[in-house]
Structure formats: C-alpha cells, structure tokens
C-alpha cells in the first residue's frame, strides 16, 4: 500500500479529485500468509499517514450474519482507534 502524498491527486484520470483508499481488511487474498488480517503497525502506519495528507480511508470488514466481526481484525481496528482516533 502506497500513502496519500497530498490531498488532491495531481495525475491520470483522478487529476483534481481527493485522494481516497478502500482496504479490505479481513479478506483472504489481501493479507500475509497465516494471518487473516493486516499487519497492525502497518495499517497505523498507513492510516496515520494518510491522514497527515487530508486523504481518505475506508476500512471493510467481513462480517457475519450475527453481526460480529473477526476476533483478529476487532484487536486491529482497536489498535488503530488507540493510535489515531477519538
């Protein structure tokens, strides 16, 4: 994953509109072998950064139909709130 460098993207056919970025963040194909879910430092790292430069993030998570997340991703996404949030 690559940062926002600045708020507003400068080239190619999003010239002028705000930086955003989608994680998905429980899903198999995205995340390092043995784990279901992104490294905790990296994703602080990412989000802290990206917020330093006015860009967006969104975070999906896999939910179940009981309306729980994985135990795994809930200990990421308090990680990340303790790091950077309110």
């Not at 926002?4 to 995205?30: C, D, F, K």
Request: hydrophobic share 35%; glycine share 6%.
């Amino acid at each position: 994953m690559r940062p926002a460098a600045r708020r507003y993207i400068e080239y190619s056919v999003g010239h002028g509109l705000q930086w955003q970025s989608l994680i998905m963040l429980s899903t198999p194909n995205m995340v390092s072998p043995g784990s279901r879910c992104y490294n905790e430092e990296k994703l602080i790292s990412f989000v802290k950064s990206c917020v330093a430069n006015e860009g967006v993030v969104t975070i999906m998570l896999r939910t179940y139909q009981d309306g729980t997340i994985e135990e795994e991703c809930l200990k990421v996404m308090q990680a990340l709130r303790r790091a950077v949030g309110k």
